[in-house]
């Protein structure tokens, strides 16, 4: 029975943002993992891997505070999904998923803060306002001066509202998890699910390593496959939502 290591992006490849106004729930989430599991079973069918044991780690912005009692919605769900799921066989297939707060080499540090706000700033220059053909109603410049002063009536500033969540050591913990585990001969296979271009450092250290590493991404072009020639990449459709 082959090992599989799976890496996977989370946010990268759940594709959240296409639901647009909608935030995620459950149905999301859920969907979400038993596509990504389709998929890699689709794999082994397609390379003739009759028995595997898959060790899934889904990384993303799992905290948004220090403390390990912080933890997001979208990583409440998602355990909900990994209860449900547990320690699952499919056929010859054996499959255990967690959403990773520790890295391989690390298990007793907890990476917390994962996801935080950040404040959007907008570069309307002057030369932008220029360009409009009707400066007397421009919205822009509204915008503009708006961001530059704020508004006189509420007193609310840009950067009280114009915000967005990012996440922060999630690409980096995967790397170093990919990089610790082309160290060593735990896993036969390792795959990263992830159309980011932040993954290639760890990828090209796993092929001077030749290590078995694959690609899973889901964008319609990869223009750095000639970087990674070692790696053998699969297209993945995006997951789909009702």
Known sequence: MESILVLVDFDNYACLNTLRSQRPNKCHINSCCEQLIDSLLGWCRDNTVDAAEFKIRLYGGWYDGIDISSQTDLRKMLNAFIRQYGRTRKKSYRILMEAVDYLLFESNTILTKTQQQKEIKLRITQDVLEQCQKKE????????????????????????????????????ALV?????????????????????????????????????????????????????PKCHIVTCTRPTYK
């Open 176 to 228: 170093a998890d990919l990089i610790f585990a082309a160290s060593n001969n735990d896993y036969d296979v390792i795959i990263v699910v992830s159309s980011d271009y932040d993954m290639v450092p760890g990828i090209l250290f796993a092929g001077i390593q030749n290590k078995n590493v694959v690609l899973f991404h889901n964008s319609n072009r990869i223009w750095y496959r000639d970087m990674i």
């Open 137 to 172: 109603v421009c919205t822009t410049k509204v915008v503009a001066d708006w961001q530059r002063t704020g508004c006189p009536g509420c007193q609310v500033q840009h950067f009280d509202l114009l915000k967005r969540k990012c996440q922060k050591n999630v690409d980096t």
